[in-house]
């Protein structure tokens, strides 16, 4: 698989055409697996963790996934800036891309299908699709688990479930999620009116990039924090369920922001959308909150000259190893926020001319 072939691309995460992808930014969902003849990865020696990989880049490769073919990559051996690109496309976590040692990943050329080995677990499998389509993540997750364990023996009790490294993942070894945008809602100051309900109902809410990582952009990844004592259907309808009140939210507090101060929400979608267009620095944190009051304008009409898919590509190739591998060289910080300045310039340029 050639990488530097996904850099121009947005990724599958952010294409733009699930369903309710207005508001629902991706789905997935993520097994936690262990092989039964190996200690857990954080127990197993360099020379364990080298057989694990071994034993199943082996069979990965040859995995009949019902669909697209598997590339194995080496993790160990990519570069630092290969690794961070895999971690902003979402196809390996930042625990994956920054630990020691043999591991590696499987990925489909579509990436919706992404399997670490050797990250906390022996397997994350994970699947990924755009907009809000749980039950087509679980059918072709559900599908994959089965021909992988018939190729390997997973570590399994009859009174726990699956068995995984952190006792969160024990059960069902699931994490459903799907990562929203709430602008309006932060807008609005009642985000953290809903985080307290969901935490409630035990439901968790992370950052863009998962567990520890903020808010950038208003996206809000949402997922099931129990995994022991339920059922997979059991997660997906609780999560299933609760999504689409927030979707309802959400547009409600778009439509009450657009009757109620429509031309100071313009004004704010404009100086948006100025300042990508001529400043000479921009920071990644600065460009992400940025472009989500533009998708924002996209989204209600206030802008003509872009399209969702354009700012989604846009979210896309001003993260940092994604700019880096557009320019075609190494940029230290103020570096990469006067290349990434110059690239919306010329990129937004680009796009008008195209609409004009």
Request: net charge neutral; glycine share 6%; aromatic share 6%.
């Given at each position: 698989?050639?990488?530097?072939?996904?850099?121009?691309?947005?990724?599958?995460?952010?294409?733009?055409?699930?369903?309710?992808?207005?508001?629902?930014?991706?789905?997935?969902?993520?097994?936690?697996?262990?092989?039964?003849?190996?200690?857990?990865?954080?127990?197993?020696?360099?020379?364990?963790?080298?057989?694990?990989?071994?034993?199943?880049?082996?069979?990965?490769?040859?995995?009949?996934?019902?669909?697209?073919?598997?590339?194995?990559?080496?993790?160990?051996?990519?570069?630092?800036?290969?690794?961070?690109?895999?971690?902003?496309?979402?196809?390996?976590?930042?625990?994956?891309?920054?630990?020691?040692?043999?591991?590696?990943?499987?990925?489909?050329?579509?990436?919706?299908?992404?399997?670490?080995?050797?990250?906390?677990?022996?397997?994350?499998?994970?699947?990924?699709?755009?907009?809000?389509?749980?039950?087509?993540?679980?059918?072709?997750?559900?599908?994959?688990?089965?021909?992988?364990?018939?190729?390997?023996?997973?570590?399994?009790?009859?009174?726990?479930?699956?068995?995984?490294?952190?006792?969160?993942?024990?059960?069902?070894?699931?994490?459903?999620?799907?990562?929203?945008?709430?602008?309006?809602?932060?807008?609005?100051?009642?985000?953290?009116?809903v985080f307290r309900a969901l935490q409630k109902i035990n439901l968790?809410?992370?950052?863009?990039?998962?567990?520890?990582?903020?808010?950038?952009?208003?996206?809000?990844?949402?997922?099931?924090?129990?995994?022991?004592?339920?059922?997979?259907?059991?997660?997906?309808?609780?999560?299933?369920?609760?999504?689409?009140?927030?979707?309802?939210?959400?547009?409600?507090?778009?439509?009450?922001?657009?009757?109620?101060?429509?031309?100071?929400?313009?004004?704010?979608?404009?100086?948006?959308?100025?300042?990508?267009?001529?400043?000479?620095?921009?920071?990644?944190?600065?460009?992400?909150?940025?472009?989500?009051?533009?998708?924002?304008?996209?989204?209600?009409?206030?802008?003509?000259?872009?399209?969702?898919?354009?700012?989604?590509?846009?979210?896309?190739?001003?993260?940092?190893?994604?700019?880096?591998?557009?320019?075609?060289?190494?940029?230290?910080?103020?570096?990469?926020?006067?290349?990434?300045?110059?690239?919306?310039?010329?990129?937004?340029?680009?796009?008008?001319?195209?609409?004009?």
């Amino acid at each position: 698989m050639n990488l530097d072939s996904l850099t121009h691309s947005p990724g599958e995460w952010l294409r733009g055409d699930g369903p309710e992808s207005d508001i629902v930014v991706s789905s997935r969902i993520r097994l936690a697996r262990n092989l039964s003849s190996f200690p857990f990865v954080n127990r197993a020696s360099a020379h364990q963790k080298a057989e694990i990989e071994k034993y199943l880049q082996e069979r990965l490769t040859k995995l009949d996934t019902g669909g697209p073919k598997l590339h194995y990559l080496n993790v160990g051996a990519l570069s630092p800036l290969d690794r961070q690109l895999l971690v902003e496309r979402q196809m390996i976590s930042r625990e994956l891309a920054n630990a020691e040692g043999p591991r590696g990943v499987a990925l489909s050329e579509n990436e919706t299908i992404s399997i670490m080995v050797n990250e906390e677990d022996h397997l994350r499998l994970q699947v990924l699709r755009s907009g809000f389509a749980l039950d087509a993540c679980w059918e072709e997750i559900d599908r994959l688990d089965d021909a992988l364990e018939q190729k390997v023996n997973y570590a399994f009790g009859e009174e726990f479930g699956y068995l995984t490294a952190c006792p969160t993942n024990v059960g069902t070894g699931m994490r459903a999620s799907v990562m929203l945008h709430l602008p309006a809602l932060v807008l609005k100051k009642e985000i953290e009116k809903v985080f307290r309900a969901l935490q409630k109902i035990n439901l968790a809410v992370r950052g863009l990039y998962g567990e520890g990582s903020r808010a950038s952009g208003d996206f809000y990844q949402i997922s099931n924090q129990v995994t022991l004592g339920k059922s997979e259907t059991a997660i997906l309808t609780e999560i299933r369920s609760v999504i689409p009140q927030i979707i309802q939210y959400e547009r409600q507090a778009r439509q009450a922001l657009t009757r109620e101060s429509r031309q100071l929400l313009h004004d704010r979608v404009s100086r948006a959308y100025g300042t990508l267009k001529s400043a000479t620095m921009m920071t990644s944190e600065e460009t992400m909150d940025l472009l989500s009051s533009v998708r924002l304008g996209v989204n209600l009409n206030l802008l003509e000259d872009l399209s969702i898919a354009a700012v989604n590509e846009l979210f896309m190739h001003t993260q940092p190893a994604h700019l880096q591998k557009l320019i075609g060289q190494a940029l230290d910080g103020e570096e990469r926020n006067s290349a990434r300045a110059r690239y919306l310039r010329a990129r937004l340029r680009e796009l008008g001319s195209q609409l004009n």
